[in-house]
């Protein structure tokens, strides 16, 4: 999946910092991966910044070196309810449209494991019923649709899901590319269905490569509940004569 379908991932956090230096010293050591960009929506702190990289790897953003494993060095006010982290997948990542529409209409079919993983409760800024009103389901090319939507598809190169609380935490951050990537991977699978329950399956085979998933998950098994199932599109020709 990864050589025909590359996955790319970009990720904004919204932060209330309490002295810009650190900030400053951050962006500097890290300034081929991320930049800075104000937002008015952000709460918290005396300097208000919105920290949005370049796309990354699975594999390198989840390693040592990568700029979210020293996240822990911002001194950010944690205001969940306000603050969000929104993660952007290269449309390249999904196969077809079946894989995306599994991908999205699973993401979306469980309120309560997406508040346990993103920290933080669903709120009008991640909308997921406006998402469910879209007659443009599974076109992985279809742009359009509200901004503010729990799996926004208003940009050309990207999906962007919008669901998870900013944090400096690396593992949080981490906790969330770990459910992105496996869920992509786990999609992928061409069977007509999705389910939560095989997801975890899928997780546990993978726990390697995704503990931080696998332990919230493994201790929280009676949310993992949530089925979709795939129907191809009826075509049906008309004469507008």
């Keep these: 999946l990864a050589k025909s379908n590359p996955a790319w991932y970009g990720i904004e956090l919204e932060y209330g910092l309490h002295t810009k230096l650190a900030m400053a010293k ?20 005396n300097h208000k910044a919105e920290m949005v990289s370049h796309p990354g790897s699975f594999t390198h953003l989840m390693s040592p ?19 969000g982290c929104h993660i952007h997948i290269s449309r390249t990542a999904f196969k077809d449209s079946k894989h995306y529409a599994k991908f999205k209409f699973l993401i979306q ?10 920290g933080r409760p669903l ?15 599974c076109d992985k090319d279809y742009t359009g ?32 590319l770990q459910f992105i990537d496996s869920m992509l991977k786990y999609t992928a699978y061409y069977h007509q269905s999705a389910s939560y329950q095989a997801y ?6 993978y726990k390697e490569t995704y503990p931080l998933v696998h332990a919230i998950l493994e201790a929280n098994q009676s949310v993992i509940r949530g089925e979709v ?6 075509l049906v020709e008309m004469n507008l004569n």
């Design 145 to 176: 649709g509200e901004k503010y939507s729990t799996v926004n598809e208003c940009h050309r190169a990207t999906i962007e899901l919008r669901f998870m609380a900013s944090s400096n935490k690396p593992d949080q951050v981490k906790r969330y």
């Design 200 to 205: 975890f399956s899928y997780v546990t085979k």
């Design 26 to 45: 951050f962006v500097h050591s890290f300034e081929d991966e991320i930049y800075l960009k104000s937002d008015g929506s952000i709460r918290g702190g």
């Design 229 to 234: 199932v795939y129907k191809e599109p009826k």
């Design 65 to 83: 070196d990568s700029w979210v494993s020293h996240l822990h060095t911002l001194d950010a006010e944690d205001m969940p309810l306000n603050n």
């Design 109 to 118: 079919d469980n309120d309560e494991l997406l508040e346990l993983v993103g």
């Design 123 to 137: 709120t009008s800024y991640c909308d997921k019923k406006t998402a469910k009103k879209l007659i443009h389901k």
